[in-house]
Protein backbone atom coordinates (compact mmCIF):
# COMPACT_ATOMS: atom_id res chain seq x y z
CA UNK A 1 0.00 0.00 0.00
CA UNK A 2 1.39 3.14 -0.99
CA UNK A 3 2.05 5.55 2.02
CA UNK A 4 0.23 8.16 0.46
CA UNK A 5 -2.82 6.51 0.89
CA UNK A 6 -2.90 6.00 4.71
CA UNK A 7 -1.41 10.15 4.87
CA UNK A 8 -2.46 13.71 4.50
CA UNK A 9 -0.60 16.81 4.05
CA UNK A 10 -1.28 19.53 6.40
CA UNK A 11 0.01 22.90 5.33
CA UNK A 12 1.74 25.01 8.08
CA UNK A 13 -0.47 27.68 9.70
CA UNK A 14 0.59 31.59 9.30
CA UNK A 15 3.56 32.15 11.91
CA UNK A 16 4.46 28.15 12.11
CA UNK A 17 7.76 26.26 10.91
CA UNK A 18 8.11 26.18 7.55
CA UNK A 19 7.12 22.32 7.01
CA UNK A 20 4.57 20.10 5.84
CA UNK A 21 3.39 17.88 8.36
CA UNK A 22 1.96 14.37 7.85
CA UNK A 23 -1.23 13.22 9.30
CA UNK A 24 -1.98 9.77 9.00
CA UNK A 25 -5.19 8.19 7.78
CA UNK A 26 -7.65 7.30 10.29
CA UNK A 27 -6.77 4.05 9.91
CA UNK A 28 -3.12 4.21 9.95
CA UNK A 29 -3.18 6.79 12.82
CA UNK A 30 -2.83 5.27 16.43
CA UNK A 31 -3.69 8.15 18.85
CA UNK A 32 -7.11 8.11 18.12
CA UNK A 33 -7.99 5.86 20.62
CA UNK A 34 -6.48 8.62 23.15
CA UNK A 35 -8.64 11.25 21.54
CA UNK A 36 -11.61 13.59 23.03
CA UNK A 37 -14.24 15.13 19.86
CA UNK A 38 -12.16 17.96 20.57
CA UNK A 39 -9.40 16.03 19.61
CA UNK A 40 -10.55 14.34 16.18
CA UNK A 41 -11.80 17.83 15.62
CA UNK A 42 -8.13 19.09 15.54
CA UNK A 43 -6.75 16.30 14.15
CA UNK A 44 -9.10 16.16 10.99
CA UNK A 45 -9.28 20.40 11.20
CA UNK A 46 -7.63 20.74 7.31
CA UNK A 47 -10.93 18.18 5.98
CA UNK A 48 -13.34 20.50 8.18
CA UNK A 49 -11.40 24.04 6.53
CA UNK A 50 -11.91 22.94 2.93
CA UNK A 51 -14.52 23.97 0.63
CA UNK A 52 -18.13 22.11 0.78
CA UNK A 53 -19.06 19.69 -1.83
CA UNK A 54 -22.60 18.53 -2.67
CA UNK A 55 -23.48 14.74 -2.07
CA UNK A 56 -23.34 14.45 -6.29
CA UNK A 57 -19.53 16.20 -6.41
CA UNK A 58 -18.66 13.44 -3.42
CA UNK A 59 -19.79 10.80 -5.62
CA UNK A 60 -17.36 11.85 -8.44
CA UNK A 61 -14.67 12.30 -6.15
CA UNK A 62 -15.05 8.72 -4.74
CA UNK A 63 -14.90 7.35 -8.30
CA UNK A 64 -12.43 9.31 -9.85
CA UNK A 65 -10.36 8.49 -6.58
CA UNK A 66 -10.68 4.80 -7.42
CA UNK A 67 -10.17 5.22 -11.14
CA UNK A 68 -6.43 6.59 -9.02
CA UNK A 69 -5.73 3.57 -7.80
CA UNK A 70 -6.99 3.85 -4.00
CA UNK A 71 -9.55 1.09 -3.26
CA UNK A 72 -12.82 1.27 -2.34
CA UNK A 73 -12.20 -0.68 0.48
CA UNK A 74 -9.43 1.14 1.39
CA UNK A 75 -11.37 4.40 1.06
CA UNK A 76 -13.88 2.36 3.52
CA UNK A 77 -11.59 1.19 5.82
CA UNK A 78 -10.59 5.00 7.32
CA UNK A 79 -14.27 6.07 6.99
CA UNK A 80 -15.38 3.56 9.54
CA UNK A 81 -11.99 3.49 11.36
CA UNK A 82 -12.70 7.62 11.83
CA UNK A 83 -16.55 6.79 12.35
CA UNK A 84 -14.87 4.33 15.46
CA UNK A 85 -12.89 6.74 17.00
CA UNK A 86 -15.79 9.46 16.91
CA UNK A 87 -17.99 6.48 18.95
CA UNK A 88 -15.35 5.86 21.20
CA UNK A 89 -14.85 9.71 21.92
CA UNK A 90 -18.68 10.51 22.25
CA UNK A 91 -20.00 7.26 24.69
CA UNK A 92 -17.05 8.86 26.97
CA UNK A 93 -18.29 12.34 27.14
CA UNK A 94 -21.80 11.67 27.89
CA UNK A 95 -20.44 8.95 30.48
CA UNK A 96 -21.66 5.88 28.97
CA UNK A 97 -18.42 4.41 28.28
CA UNK A 98 -19.17 1.12 30.80
CA UNK A 99 -22.89 1.63 30.11
CA UNK A 100 -23.51 -1.15 27.79
CA UNK A 101 -22.45 -1.94 23.96
CA UNK A 102 -22.43 0.35 21.12
CA UNK A 103 -25.15 -0.52 18.83
CA UNK A 104 -24.63 -0.11 15.03
CA UNK A 105 -27.72 -0.04 12.65
CA UNK A 106 -26.11 -0.85 9.31
CA UNK A 107 -28.14 -0.48 6.06
CA UNK A 108 -27.25 -2.87 3.12
CA UNK A 109 -24.93 -0.54 1.04
CA UNK A 110 -21.37 1.49 2.19
CA UNK A 111 -22.85 3.13 4.40
CA UNK A 112 -23.55 0.35 6.35
CA UNK A 113 -19.80 -0.82 5.56
CA UNK A 114 -18.73 2.15 7.09
CA UNK A 115 -20.52 0.81 10.49
CA UNK A 116 -19.23 -2.66 10.12
CA UNK A 117 -15.71 -1.11 9.75
CA UNK A 118 -16.68 1.05 12.87
CA UNK A 119 -17.75 -2.22 14.98
CA UNK A 120 -14.40 -3.78 14.05
CA UNK A 121 -12.39 -0.52 15.46
CA UNK A 122 -13.97 -0.81 18.61
CA UNK A 123 -13.56 -4.45 18.97
CA UNK A 124 -9.81 -4.06 18.55
CA UNK A 125 -9.90 -1.01 21.29
CA UNK A 126 -11.90 -3.44 23.82
CA UNK A 127 -15.36 -2.40 23.33
CA UNK A 128 -18.03 -4.26 22.85
CA UNK A 129 -21.40 -3.72 19.92
CA UNK A 130 -24.32 -5.11 18.51
CA UNK A 131 -24.36 -4.81 14.64
CA UNK A 132 -27.73 -5.08 13.45
CA UNK A 133 -28.01 -5.27 9.16
CA UNK A 134 -31.52 -3.72 7.97
CA UNK A 135 -32.58 -4.97 4.90
CA UNK A 136 -34.23 -7.53 3.36
CA UNK A 137 -30.98 -9.75 2.27
CA UNK A 138 -29.18 -11.64 4.94
CA UNK A 139 -25.96 -10.02 3.74
CA UNK A 140 -24.72 -6.52 2.79
CA UNK A 141 -25.39 -5.56 -0.98
CA UNK A 142 -22.41 -4.18 -2.04
CA UNK A 143 -18.91 -6.43 -2.50
CA UNK A 144 -17.06 -4.14 0.19
CA UNK A 145 -19.56 -3.94 2.73
CA UNK A 146 -20.11 -7.92 2.22
CA UNK A 147 -16.23 -8.18 2.89
CA UNK A 148 -16.35 -6.44 5.87
CA UNK A 149 -19.48 -7.90 7.58
CA UNK A 150 -17.57 -11.30 6.82
CA UNK A 151 -14.51 -9.96 8.50
CA UNK A 152 -16.61 -9.71 12.30
CA UNK A 153 -17.21 -13.39 11.87
CA UNK A 154 -13.93 -13.84 14.32
CA UNK A 155 -14.43 -10.94 16.91
CA UNK A 156 -16.05 -11.77 20.54
CA UNK A 157 -16.60 -8.53 20.75
CA UNK A 158 -19.27 -8.32 18.13
CA UNK A 159 -22.98 -9.72 17.72
CA UNK A 160 -24.45 -9.59 14.76
CA UNK A 161 -28.00 -9.74 14.07
CA UNK A 162 -30.16 -9.55 10.61
CA UNK A 163 -33.21 -7.43 10.79
CA UNK A 164 -34.91 -7.85 7.83
CA UNK A 165 -38.37 -6.59 9.03
CA UNK A 166 -39.74 -4.09 11.31
CA UNK A 167 -41.02 -6.09 14.35
CA UNK A 168 -37.17 -7.42 14.42
CA UNK A 169 -36.25 -3.55 14.78
CA UNK A 170 -39.20 -3.14 17.74
CA UNK A 171 -37.64 -5.87 20.08
CA UNK A 172 -34.35 -4.05 20.20
CA UNK A 173 -36.15 -1.23 21.99
CA UNK A 174 -36.73 -3.26 25.12
CA UNK A 175 -33.51 -2.02 26.85
CA UNK A 176 -32.35 0.72 24.53
CA UNK A 177 -31.05 2.63 27.48
CA UNK A 178 -28.59 0.31 28.33
CA UNK A 179 -26.41 1.18 25.08
CA UNK A 180 -23.73 3.47 25.16
CA UNK A 181 -24.20 5.46 21.62
CA UNK A 182 -26.38 4.18 18.68
CA UNK A 183 -24.58 4.27 15.23
CA UNK A 184 -26.55 5.39 12.50
CA UNK A 185 -24.45 3.79 9.46
CA UNK A 186 -28.32 3.29 7.67
CA UNK A 187 -28.24 5.57 4.86
CA UNK A 188 -25.80 8.18 3.56
CA UNK A 189 -25.59 10.89 0.37
CA UNK A 190 -29.20 11.56 -0.25
CA UNK A 191 -32.45 9.87 0.20
CA UNK A 192 -35.40 10.67 -1.67
CA UNK A 193 -39.26 9.90 -0.92
CA UNK A 194 -40.35 7.72 1.98
CA UNK A 195 -38.43 5.78 4.06
CA UNK A 196 -39.76 2.00 3.59
CA UNK A 197 -39.29 -0.84 6.10
CA UNK A 198 -37.53 -1.65 7.79
CA UNK A 199 -35.00 1.32 7.82
CA UNK A 200 -38.30 3.48 8.40
CA UNK A 201 -38.25 1.23 11.51
CA UNK A 202 -34.79 1.85 12.56
CA UNK A 203 -35.08 5.55 12.04
CA UNK A 204 -37.62 5.32 14.81
CA UNK A 205 -35.39 3.11 16.92
CA UNK A 206 -32.98 5.82 16.69
CA UNK A 207 -35.10 8.58 18.13
CA UNK A 208 -36.56 6.24 20.60
CA UNK A 209 -33.02 5.74 22.01
CA UNK A 210 -31.90 9.98 21.93
CA UNK A 211 -35.40 10.12 23.62
CA UNK A 212 -33.94 7.71 26.56
CA UNK A 213 -30.48 9.62 26.61
CA UNK A 214 -28.62 7.33 24.20
CA UNK A 215 -26.37 9.26 22.08
CA UNK A 216 -26.49 9.29 18.26
CA UNK A 217 -23.97 8.98 15.92
CA UNK A 218 -24.24 9.48 12.24
CA UNK A 219 -22.48 8.07 9.35
CA UNK A 220 -21.64 10.50 6.47
CA UNK A 221 -25.20 11.99 7.17
CA UNK A 222 -28.32 11.45 9.55
CA UNK A 223 -30.53 9.05 7.62
CA UNK A 224 -33.39 11.51 6.14
CA UNK A 225 -31.19 14.23 5.81
CA UNK A 226 -30.15 14.86 1.90
CA UNK A 227 -26.67 15.71 1.54
CA UNK A 228 -26.98 18.33 -0.91
CA UNK A 229 -30.04 20.39 0.00
CA UNK A 230 -30.44 19.30 3.52
CA UNK A 231 -33.83 18.55 2.70
CA UNK A 232 -35.76 15.78 4.93
CA UNK A 233 -37.67 12.82 4.94
CA UNK A 234 -40.31 12.05 7.57
CA UNK A 235 -39.41 10.14 9.36
CA UNK A 236 -35.43 11.45 10.17
CA UNK A 237 -32.71 11.31 12.60
CA UNK A 238 -31.58 13.40 14.71
CA UNK A 239 -27.79 13.21 15.51
CA UNK A 240 -25.49 14.48 18.18
CA UNK A 241 -22.67 13.91 16.23
CA UNK A 242 -22.24 13.20 12.69
CA UNK A 243 -18.87 12.08 11.00
CA UNK A 244 -18.58 13.02 7.25
CA UNK A 245 -15.99 12.66 5.09
CA UNK A 246 -13.62 14.23 2.61
CA UNK A 247 -14.93 17.35 2.63
CA UNK A 248 -18.20 19.80 4.63
CA UNK A 249 -21.40 18.81 2.63
CA UNK A 250 -23.69 21.79 1.66
CA UNK A 251 -27.07 19.70 2.74
CA UNK A 252 -25.06 19.73 6.79
CA UNK A 253 -25.04 23.51 6.46
CA UNK A 254 -28.18 23.94 5.11
CA UNK A 255 -30.52 25.44 8.02
CA UNK A 256 -32.56 21.96 8.40
CA UNK A 257 -29.57 19.72 8.08
CA UNK A 258 -28.00 21.61 10.33
CA UNK A 259 -30.23 21.34 12.93
CA UNK A 260 -30.25 17.74 12.91
CA UNK A 261 -26.63 16.80 12.51
CA UNK A 262 -25.62 18.13 15.69
CA UNK A 263 -21.71 18.64 15.96
CA UNK A 264 -19.91 17.84 12.47
CA UNK A 265 -16.56 15.77 12.36
CA UNK A 266 -15.32 15.75 8.98
CA UNK A 267 -12.74 13.16 8.25
CA UNK A 268 -10.24 12.51 5.67
CA UNK A 269 -10.22 9.53 3.86
CA UNK A 270 -7.49 9.82 1.35
CA UNK A 271 -9.46 10.72 -1.78
CA UNK A 272 -6.67 12.53 -3.54
CA UNK A 273 -7.29 16.61 -4.21
CA UNK A 274 -7.25 16.19 -8.35
CA UNK A 275 -10.08 13.64 -7.56
CA UNK A 276 -11.97 16.60 -6.91
CA UNK A 277 -12.27 17.92 -9.89
CA UNK A 278 -13.08 16.21 -13.56
Given at each position: ????????????????????????????????????????????????????????????????????????????????????????????????????????????GNNGGDGLVAARWLARAGIDSVVVLVGSAPRPTTPDAERNWDRLDALDRVRRIHASAARDLHILERGIERTAVVIDALLGTGVWGVLREPIRSAVELCRKARAAGVPVLAVDTPTGVDLSSGELTDPVVRADVTVTFHRPKTGLLARRGKALAGRVLVAPIGIPREADHG
Open positions: MAAGRDCHRRSPRPGSLLRVLTIPLPAADPTLIELDLDGLAARWADAAGSSPISAEAMTGADRRAQALGVSGERLMEHAGSAVGAAARALAAVAGRSDVGPVLVLAGP
